[in-house]
């Protein structure tokens, strides 16, 4: 990642935000924020930016110092000069007027899991997506059915909030007692369809709006969050450091 525009797709890949919905969190057309990738974050969005995404202004500008500014941070005046100063001298405001900025929540898994495990989310996460945590609960994919965007076994973060289908975004149902997630599509007369990712295994299915109510259909929410694992190791005996590098290795013949 060597300018600004990389580091800023990467942050946005790790909160699962997309460009547009970037653009419209900030005000400006997807445009600007792609031209922000090619070309670098602007100086005068620079603080604005690094604040919302959680991260140091000098680190998103020149990938120096440490990305993450400590959890006591707090600015002293609104200049990035000002900024920038303490920054470097590493003097922070502590105390009882300015206590630690709380940078994560636990929300609890939905009703369908018998664990009382708690998921950790983001509160950066939560607030850029305006999730009110009181109404965010946790999952686990259970099946195949969304691969390959999600793994069977990922952790999803899902906003009771949002019920409402938006055509082709991914939810959470309770489906006669069971637990799914779906891309869902609304259909005439208050019907709707259920679609996979992985659709070759599990084909799409319909509901009309009187199947809703006979197989105790219900919308649990918006999945707006979840683990990106990857299931496919290489196809390799051992890690090299697992063999022994060096003995792994014929040393090249030195010739007289």
């Not at 303490?86 to 899991?113: M, N, Q, W």
């Not at 965007?149 to 309770?174: C, F, M, N």
């Amino acid at each position: 990642m060597n300018t600004s525009g990389d580091r800023l797709k990467a942050l946005l890949r790790e909160v699962h935000l997309s460009a547009s919905d970037f653009a419209k969190n900030r005000g400006v057309t997807p445009q600007h924020v792609n031209n922000w990738f090619k070309r670098g974050v602007p100086m005068g969005r620079l603080n604005e930016i690094a604040e919302l995404l959680c991260v140091s202004s000098r680190w998103l500008n020149t990938g120096l110092g440490p990305k993450h500014p400590p959890a006591n941070f707090l600015l002293e005046g609104p200049t990035a000069r000002t900024a920038l100063a303490r920054e470097e001298s590493g003097k922070y405001l502590t105390g009882p007027a300015c206590p630690p900025e709380k940078l994560d929540v636990e929300i609890p898994l939905h009703p369908t899991f018998t664990s009382t495990e708690r998921i950790r989310v983001s509160l950066h996460t939560l607030e850029t997506l305006n999730v009110n945590p009181d109404r965010a609960c946790g999952a686990y994919m259970v099946d195949n059915s969304m691969i390959e965007i999600i793994q069977q076994g990922a952790t999803l973060a899902i906003d009771r909030g949002r019920t409402q289908i938006i055509d082709g975004e991914i939810y959470a149902v309770e489906h006669d007692g069971m637990l799914r997630i779906k891309y869902l599509y609304n259909r005439p007369g208050g019907g709707l369809r259920m679609r996979s990712h992985n659709a070759a295994e599990h084909p799409d299915e319909y509901l009309t709006y009187e199947q809703r109510f006979e197989q105790s259909f219900q919308i649990v929410g918006w999945v707006f969050w979840w683990s990106t694992l990857n299931n496919r190791r290489p196809p390799v005996p051992l890690d090299e450091h697992l063999l022994g590098w060096e003995g792994s290795k014929s040393e090249p013949e030195v010739g007289n």
